[in-house]
């Protein structure tokens, strides 16, 4: 046999196989009950073993893996965990992501059906999928490792949010932003806008959260032609003109924006980035946009240069826009804009 000359390293190939293997080995170490029983301690492998009750020797190999990955260290022949296993892999951490990991662990998969959509076969995007309680509060916690606090600290910085009394939240959800932002004006009141189902689902949800009397949820399609409120000093809006530009209506959007603002008061985006400067991130946004685009939804790609320029059209000025900051998840660039002037 003449073999050929090799001209790059299949091992590239190879090692991105088996990083694939990893969410299920994350998921069982976390069904194990692992993370949870080192979490602020340095056992050694016996130990883990014998409080767990599970087999020495597969542990052995599974807290190497766990090692390679930086999510476990070992000093002494002693485990423990890392920061960033501490943080959002152990069940009583406020910002765990378990819920995160099971969904990459499960017998389906978001691009079971790839094939078909390449071919053309897409289903239509289907509204419902946000209005499962384990949807809404998946994605309550996924902001939670980041994107909350990116929000807070970028508004609380802007001037004229201090002074704010009546702010928007658009398709809020269950208002997990409102109940961050409060926090940082005391005398600000919000009013979330969502699909009724979601504003039955957060009342159920979040009656008993601090400041809960201070948000008021407003049933609301914005596919109908239905007003959302009056005399804002904040418009927030997150994750959700992705749509509005595909269908090319966010300028009519915006118009509307314009008309419940106050005269000089403040609009503030939180979108995903379109672009990034880490490679990892990058192939990260990447592999969303195809989930997106493959089940139906138009994109979540929305240019800053795009959402400046409607804006600028519709009588919005003195924009900010903060580098996205990449140790988020997903990076989100956000913007704050005041209305400049009113439009017709
Ligand atoms: C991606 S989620 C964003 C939620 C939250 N703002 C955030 O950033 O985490 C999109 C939100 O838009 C809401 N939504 C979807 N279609 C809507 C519509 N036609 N009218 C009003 N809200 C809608 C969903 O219920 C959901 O809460």
Not at 173 to 193: D, I, K, P, R
Request: contains cysteine; charged residues 20%; glycine residues 6%.
């Amino acid at each position: 046999m003449k073999l050929p000359v090799l001209n790059s390293p299949y091992s590239q190939i190879n090692n991105l196989l088996y990083k694939s293997y990893l969410p299920k080995i994350i998921n069982s170490a976390i069904e194990s009950g692992l993370f949870d029983a080192v979490s602020g301690k340095s056992l050694s492998l016996e130990e883990v073993a014998k409080e767990l009750n599970i087999n020495v020797h597969v542990t052995d190999a599974l807290l190497r893996v766990l090692v390679a990955i930086d999510f476990m260290k070992k000093q002494d022949s002693c485990y423990s965990l890392t920061t960033l296993s501490e943080e959002y892999l152990v069940e009583r951490s406020i910002v765990n992501q378990l819920r995160a990991v099971k969904m990459f662990s499960g017998g389906t998969g978001p691009f079971d059906d790839l094939t078909q959509a390449l071919r053309g076969n897409i289903k239509p995007f289907d509204n419902k999928m946000w209005m499962s309680e384990q949807t809404v509060l998946a994605m309550e916690q996924g902001a939670k490792a980041g994107e909350i606090q990116a929000v807070v600290s970028f508004v609380k910085g802007t001037p004229g949010f201090g002074e704010a009394a009546k702010m928007c939240d658009f398709a809020g959800s269950t208002g997990y932003y409102s109940f961050a932002l409060l926090q940082e004006n005391a005398g600000l009141h919000s009013h979330v806008y969502d699909l009724p189902e979601i504003c039955a689902l957060a009342k159920e949800l979040k009656h008993e959260e601090e400041n809960f009397n201070r948000i008021t949820y407003h049933d609301f399609d914005s596919a109908g032609a239905g007003s959302f409120g009056s005399c804002y000093d904040v418009f927030f809006i997150s994750r959700f003109l992705y749509e509005c530009r595909a269908d090319r209506s966010l300028l009519t959007f915006l118009k509307k924006v314009n008309n419940s603002m106050k005269p000089g008061g403040l609009f503030i985006s939180s979108h995903i980035s379109s672009s990034c400067a880490n490679k990892e991130s990058c192939l990260t946004l990447a592999i969303a946009e195809l989930m997106t685009r493959s089940k139906g939804y138009p994109t979540y790609m929305l240019p800053v240069e795009t959402l400046k320029e409607a804006l600028n059209g519709v009588g919005f000025g003195e924009f900010t826009t903060p580098q996205p900051d990449e140790d988020i998840a997903f990076p989100v660039q956000l913007l704050s804009a005041k209305k400049v002037k009113d439009v017709e």
